[in-house]
């Protein structure tokens, strides 16, 4: 762990982030790369959620060397989607706007912050010119709702913060809802 804080300084490897990284309907993911003394590799990860909940998840690991990074997370992210180089700064940007979003809107950055944000080290975002895209399509919230979210939780927050019918959401359909009750349906269906 004193390593991960400490890697601030190292010299950057990479920061990458998902190509799409501008459709707020996409989570984020970027990631900050520093090589070691000895040659390990130190992470920062981060989920973000730039139409509502800000920073979804993040953690810091140490690697022990370029290979295995690049051989584990950074091959199996590529593999999934387009990755793409990007300014620490800039990356420390999104980072930040996201989070200062999320909190406006009664939301706090995952816990696991704390291990991934050391690896970022000293940054400047007020010197990247990028606009960081928030919230949804129309300008206002959109809630997503992801596996380990809790709707019902994330919608009384929006409701109490921005009020009801100012945001907008999607969630999963449970099991049991009923997707048609429509009786003339079943009826053709039968038929």
């Given at each position: 762990?004193?390593l991960?804080?400490s890697?601030?300084?190292?010299?950057?490897?990479?920061?990458?982030?998902?190509?799409e990284?501008?459709?707020?309907?996409?989570?984020?993911?970027l990631?900050?790369?520093?090589?070691g003394?000895?040659?390990q590799?130190?992470?920062?990860?981060?989920l973000?959620?730039?139409?509502?909940?800000g920073?979804?998840?993040?953690?810091?690991?140490?690697?022990?060397n370029?290979?295995?990074?690049r051989?584990s997370l950074?091959a199996?992210?590529?593999?999934?989607?387009k990755m793409?180089?990007?300014?620490?700064d800039?990356?420390?940007k999104?980072?930040?706007?996201?989070?200062?979003?999320?909190?406006?809107?009664?939301?706090?950055?995952?816990?696991?912050?704390?291990y991934?944000?050391?690896?970022?080290?000293?940054?400047?975002?007020?010197?990247?010119d990028?606009?960081?895209?928030?919230?949804?399509?129309?300008?206002?919230?959109?809630?997503?709702?992801?596996?380990?979210?809790?709707?019902?939780?994330?919608?009384?927050?929006?409701?109490?913060?921005?009020?009801?019918?100012?945001?907008?959401?999607?969630?999963?359909?449970?099991?049991?809802?009923?997707?048609?009750?429509?009786d003339?349906?079943?009826e053709?269906?039968?038929?």
């Open positions: 762990m004193s991960l804080r890697s601030g300084s190292w010299p950057l490897l990479e920061v990458i982030i998902n190509a990284w501008e459709d707020t309907m996409q989570i984020t993911q990631v900050i790369a520093r090589r003394p000895t040659g590799v130190a992470i920062g990860t981060f973000i959620d730039l139409a509502c909940l920073v979804k998840n993040a953690y810091g690991y140490l690697f022990p370029e290979r295995a990074y051989n950074r199996d992210m590529t593999s999934k989607q793409v180089a990007i300014e620490l800039c990356a420390a999104i980072i930040e706007e996201a989070i200062a979003y999320a909190k406006k809107l009664g939301f706090r950055p995952h816990k696991d912050i704390r991934a944000r050391p690896v970022m080290g000293e940054t400047h975002p007020e010197q990247c990028l606009d960081v895209p928030l919230g949804g399509p129309e300008g206002k919230p959109f809630f997503i709702a992801g596996p380990y979210d809790n709707p019902e939780r994330i919608m009384r927050i929006l409701d109490r913060k921005v009020g009801p019918g100012n945001y907008t959401y999607l969630t999963p359909i449970g099991p049991e809802t009923l997707f048609f009750e429509d003339d349906f079943e053709k269906w039968e038929e």
